[in-house]
């Protein structure tokens, strides 16, 4: 037998109030109180003490809170009751819960020449034809003496700095180029190869990207408009990490019946980081796609 060393009135106190414990248990079961109270205190002699606490006043009110009285009714529902069940209405969710609305594809226009987003290929040409930018600046820190908007200018200085750090330095051949210039460029290309051939590649007059002054054509290795650019470390890194900057392939490979150009990877399209990350996170490849845009292999 285990000797308790605690003085007995604090055996005593614990032992009253396990036996209230069980008490208010075994009335649960159907066992009389004091007769539960007895079997706790093993019926040694304590029985007075035992019967006073479990008819005790607050060992009654404690017992009668636990006895369910649907319980002792025979044609009692099991169920809960409809007046319960209204009681504990669902919780509104809270904003965290409820679901993403998406990326929003209308934030800006792809009409408007000014927007960050505008689409131009064969079948939209910018409107006004000879569209200027208001905010053209200089691309600092990279060679080729470029100009780009403002936003676009800014996040190529940025681009190339990084890759300057990862090796993989390039030059700008041409960013902004103005109605006028487009036209003789690509009249020299219609000369001196066809139109059909110039058409594949260069963009007639108003219907450049140039002309928006969010795109440029870079260069590195001796690599100049040539799809050797891709195979360059300048190549691979903007095609991996421009998105990062806002920047995009504008012409992928395989999607000349999309976007009416060959494989351009030397040519960047400033679209904003937003966008740039959406279409690498949904591995969406053009903005015709993106935007839900006829496709444009040939001018209408």
Known sequence: MRVSHEPVYVYRRRRLGAALAVAVLGT??????????????????????????????????????????????????PSASPSATAASPSPEPSPAEEADPGFDLAALSVDDPAST?????????????GFAPEDLASVDGVGGGARMRADAAAAMTALHAAAEEADAGFSITTGYRDHAFQSSLYEGYVASRGRSAADRFSARPGYSEHQTGLAADIRSEGCDLEACFASTAAGVFVAEHGWEFGFIVRYPAGAEDVTGYIYEPWHLRYVGVELAAYLHEEGVATLEEAFGLDPAPDYG
């Open 117 to 129: 987003w505008v689409v131009v290929n064969k079948l939209r040409p910018l409107d006004p034809e």
């Open 28 to 77: 649960l079961a159907g066992f009389g109180s004091a007769e539960v109270a007895d079997r706790m205190l093993g019926g040694d002699g304590d029985e007075s003490s035992a019967a006073a606490l479990a008819s005790s006043p607050s060992a009654s009110v404690a017992a009668a809170q636990a006895e369910p009285t649907a319980s002792e009714s025979p044609t009692a529902s």
